[in-house]
């Protein structure tokens, strides 16, 4: 078991835990000049990420802020900007934590895209909807809301000369669990081999408070299951995804639920099949 576990661990470069504060300090520095190379290497001024309400984009968040603050201090230029997009299905359900994110990250923009026109326009002339039974139809119709969200993601970066972060970790990564051309696509993942109370504990070091750090997460794409916790969908925690990717013992369950997504969500993390 442990063999398939540092195999899959190293595959997503997964961190190894943090010993102490000072290596905790020490990876949010270098993810920190990590986004700040990403954005000196491109030639662009601005980053776009949008807030979910969840602790992942609210990390991602807050590096992104720190790190445009640190570069305006070092270059003198102005121009370098954080912008973050609330992205809305009509009225999100945890609107408040959501906010709540914004306001703590106090990014140089803001701004909100209600992301339910543009989906139910497009629901409307794909005339195989008619064909789905309702529970297809959400499901389908929650993969069109991410991508709609990365679409809006992308105008705004292109609108602005910026580049678009994502949110995805080690976490998620092993279990396949983002959309392909959604919320996995991006020009650069800050939260990329962590694992989730790593993510948790990056939030806490940054200063979110425990009410957003330890919220429960939510992908909240289906208008029939609102709110649905990412681990109903996994049917594994991520305490035991977390202790899988650190090479910690799991039940056997729990490694079978986990290599079994990983196999079947290949296709996720891997370029396009080509001849």
């Known amino acids: ?47 776009v990420l949008g807030i979910s309400g969840g602790v992942d984009s609210l990390t991602a968040g807050l590096l992104a802020q720190r790190a ?45 895209v209600n992301i339910a026109p543009a989906v139910k326009a497009l629901a409307t002339e794909v005339v195989a909807f008619e064909d ?23 105008t705004i970066a292109g609108a602005t000369g910026g580049l678009v972060i994502g949110t995805d970790h080690a976490a ?32 806490r070091h ?8 330890e919220k429960v997460p939510t992908a909240d794409l289906e208008d029939l299951s609102p709110g649905k916790p990412d681990e109903a969908s996994h049917g594994v925690t991520y305490a035991e995804i977390d202790a899988f990717l650190h090479g910690e013992s799991v039940s056997e369950k729990a490694f079978r639920i986990i290599c079994d997504t990983y196999r079947k969500t290949e296709h996720k993390r891997v370029m396009p099949f080509a001849p």
């Not at 297809?136 to 969200?149: E, I």
């Not at 940054?206 to 750090?213: H, Q």
Request: glycine fraction near 6%; charge should be neutral.
């Open 132 to 154: 789905k039974h309702a529970a297809s139809r959400d499901f389908v119709l929650g993969n069109t809301k991410a991508r709609m969200r990365m679409v809006a993601q992308y």
């Open 68 to 112: 445009m603050k640190e570069l305006r201090a070092k270059t003198g230029d102005q121009a370098y900007r954080f912008i973050a997009v609330r992205l809305p299905y009509d009225t999100q359900f945890d609107e408040h934590d959501a906010q709540a994110s914004v306001d703590l990250i106090a990014p140089d923009e803001r701004h909100t």
């Open 1 to 47: 078991m442990q063999a398939v576990q540092r195999e899959i661990a190293e595959q997503l470069k997964v961190q190894p835990p943090f010993k102490d504060p000072a290596a905790l300090a020490a990876e949010v520095a270098r993810r920190i000049t990590f986004i700040q190379d990403c954005l000196l290497n491109s030639g662009l001024k601005t980053l």
């Open 206 to 213: 940054l200063g979110a408070p425990e009410s957003l750090v």
């Open 172 to 203: 998620e990564a092993v279990m396949g669990f983002f959309t392909k051309f959604g919320d996995g696509a991006c020009d650069l993942a800050p939260l990329s081999g962590l694992v989730k109370h790593q993510v948790r504990a990056i939030a």
